[in-house]
């Protein structure tokens, strides 16, 4: 199982490049086509079928870079509703803490997920980047440490990882899916249901 260990490290740590706030180095790599390509090749290795054309965008770098900007901001950062936060937490029961005044809330950050991703990172020395303070829990974090898990743990803890982090992604899509008329994340967020899907499927998460 190594080979499919290492080659699903890195779709996961490809695909979690994809929710970071796009930037130049970001946008040459797809105007390359090396996100298309690098993702081509290990879906095949996979045998995940999934139409991933989208992610390639023609043009000079500064034309996509500034088109990933005009899609990624109001799709996945606002500020203006309705848009799509990449965050565990915003699709989930705030808490299920006994009491709690927003146990059952949804919609809001640093909820019970986002605590089991802080007890996790410092359990292993890992800093949660400035960027991601107020949102241990987003995608992008969630895509790296799996990857991290796929090459040093157990095929039981990232089951479990998977299991318990990742069963929002549906709900996330669909909202993508009703939001956004961009190809692009569109197309990106199907490729990350299907392949998680496939990784349930290899672990036996039902």
Do not use: C, H
């Given at each position: 199982m190594k080979k499919i260990d290492n080659?699903?490290?890195?779709?996961?740590?490809?695909l979690s490049e994809i929710y970071k706030e796009p930037d130049m180095p970001f946008a040459e790599a797809v105007c390359r086509g090396d996100l298309y390509d690098v993702l081509n090749t290990y879906l095949k290795e996979l045998k995940i079928e999934a139409s991933i054309e989208d992610l390639k965008i023609a043009g000079e770098t500064n034309?996509?870079?500034?088109?990933?900007?005009?899609?990624?901001?109001p799709l996945f950062v606002g500020p203006v509703p309705p848009f799509a936060l990449p965050v565990e937490s915003?699709?989930?029961?705030?808490?299920?803490?006994?009491?709690?005044?927003?146990?059952?809330?949804?919609?809001l950050l640093m909820g019970d997920s986002a605590i089991?991703?802080?007890?996790?990172?410092?359990?292993?020395?890992?800093?949660?980047?400035?960027?991601f303070n107020a949102m241990p829990d987003h995608i992008t974090l969630l895509l790296e440490y799996t990857a991290h898990l796929c090459e040093s743990?157990?095929?039981?803890?990232?089951?479990?990882?998977?299991?318990?982090h990742f069963d929002w992604l549906p709900d996330f899509g669909k909202d993508v899916f009703s939001l956004s008329k961009s190809k692009f994340y569109r197309c990106a967020v199907?490729?990350?249901?299907?392949?998680?899907?496939?990784?349930?499927?290899i672990l036996e998460i039902y």
């Open positions: 080659t699903s490290a890195e779709i996961y740590r490809t034309e996509v870079f500034e088109r990933l900007k005009s899609e990624y901001y915003v699709y989930k029961e705030w808490t299920a803490e006994e009491g709690a005044i927003l146990s059952k809330q949804k919609g089991d991703m802080i007890n996790i990172y410092k359990a292993e020395g890992i800093e949660v980047p400035p960027a743990a157990s095929q039981d803890e990232q089951k479990k990882f998977i299991s318990d199907d490729v990350t249901l299907k392949f998680i899907q496939n990784e349930r499927q």
